[in-house]
Nanobody, 125 residues
Framework: QVQLVESGGGSVQAGGSLRLSCAAS????????MGWFRQAPGKEREGVTD???????SYADSVKGRFTISRDSAKKILYLQMNSLKPEDTAMYYC???????????????????WGQGTQVTVSS
């Protein structure tokens, strides 16, 4: 079965950086979207960024210019480089994967795909 395991979360001060990783296994999609989502306490889950099989990427406006998604296809690892972190970036971060050829984080079908257990990111001011 599909497994996604996130790592790399932690606590940093505002302005700092973190890199999240997501190790993926068990999927057999030839075309897929992989993405990062986050959920802060009391808030709905929101899409952060995703990447398509052809390496096209999309980002939420709130993270454009600060976050970068990338992947190592051979190792099946998804990354999220987060720079210039802000307190409002504090959340549980989840990676996800779904089959598809057209990827846009703003149009990821709700609750569709496979999800990891999450890794906590806390940014202090």
């Amino acid at each position: 079965q599909v497994q996604l395991v996130e790592s790399g979360g932690g606590s940093v001060q505002a302005g700092g950086s973190l890199r999240l990783s997501c190790a993926a296994s068990g999927y057999t999609y030839s075309s897929y979207c992989m993405g990062w989502f986050r959920q802060a306490p009391g808030k709905e889950r929101e899409g952060v960024t995703d990447i398509a099989t052809d390496d096209r990427t999309s980002y939420a406006d709130s993270v454009k210019g600060r976050f970068t998604i990338s992947r190592d296809s051979a190792k099946k690892i998804l990354y999220l480089q987060m720079n210039s972190l802000k307190p409002e970036d504090t959340a549980m971060y989840y990676c996800a994967i779904r089959p598809g050829t057209s990827c846009n984080i703003n149009y990821w079908p709700a609750n569709f795909g496979h999800w990891g257990q999450g890794t906590q990111v806390t940014v202090s001011s």
